[in-house]
């Protein structure tokens, strides 16, 4: 069975050849998304190397963390932006798996994240996660988790309320529309933890405060720090 299931995926591979994600160039079927000169020149940030870097800052403006980083930095005009929208919006959920067990890697040799107990991934709401058909923090948070050697907890948070897609909202009306919308559920399973909040990509950073804030008021004594994808260079030119 498996000599005839590699039989079809190199059959396969013949009449549909794999594209690199970001660069669009043919690739070999092991390189899952990404060709080796698009890996080995990814617009790293090496913030996980730094405590005062300035994804932390960005969010310590609205609330308190113990370390935030962001692997990747994007442009509006970057192809790494179409990458990462291929598997938030178009069923390429492999390549945030993927992506995230290298960023986890990277995190599992900071100094600054070596107590990190557990990964969270930012929460969809059950419609919007039936409409996409997945939850692509929680593919990124499955990833990074492997590569540090740690669990995922992906039940102890729920989005309460279906609010109105971030990707075209003004920055104001961001934070309009995600107050209260988390909860948490089943608190003992974060309780007196050092977490890992995971999340695709950091534009305002709305959904992380709204997400951190309900921790907070469940689980004051909760330490919380958070890992992005992506962080717009937005933020870095504020």
Known sequence: MSMLRNICYWLWGLLFPPCCEVCGEPIDLTKRGMCLNCRLNMPLTYYWLRADNPTRQHIEDHVRVEQASSYILFTESSPWRTLIHRFKYGGKWRLGYDIGKMYGMSLAESAL??????????????????????????????????????????????????????????AQDRWDNVEG??????????????????????????????????????????????????????????
């Open 113 to 170: 994240y070596r107590d990190v107990e557990c990964v969270v991934p930012i929460p969809l709401h059950y419609r919007k996660r039936l409409h996409r058909g997945y939850n692509q923090s929680q593919y990124i948070a499955d990833g990074i988790a492997e590569s540090m050697g740690i669990e995922v907890v992906a039940d102890a948070i729920r989005r309460v309320r279906n609010n109105p897609s971030q990707a075209l909202s003004r």
């Open 181 to 238: 919308i988390f909860k948490l559920t089943k608190p003992d399973k974060l309780r007196n933890r050092h977490i890992l909040l995971v999340d695709d990509v950091l534009t305002t950073g709305a959904t992380l405060v709204s997400c951190i804030a309900a921790i907070r008021e469940a689980l004051p004594d909760c330490r919380i720090s958070v890992a992005t994808l992506a962080v717009s260079d937005k933020i870095i030119r504020r």
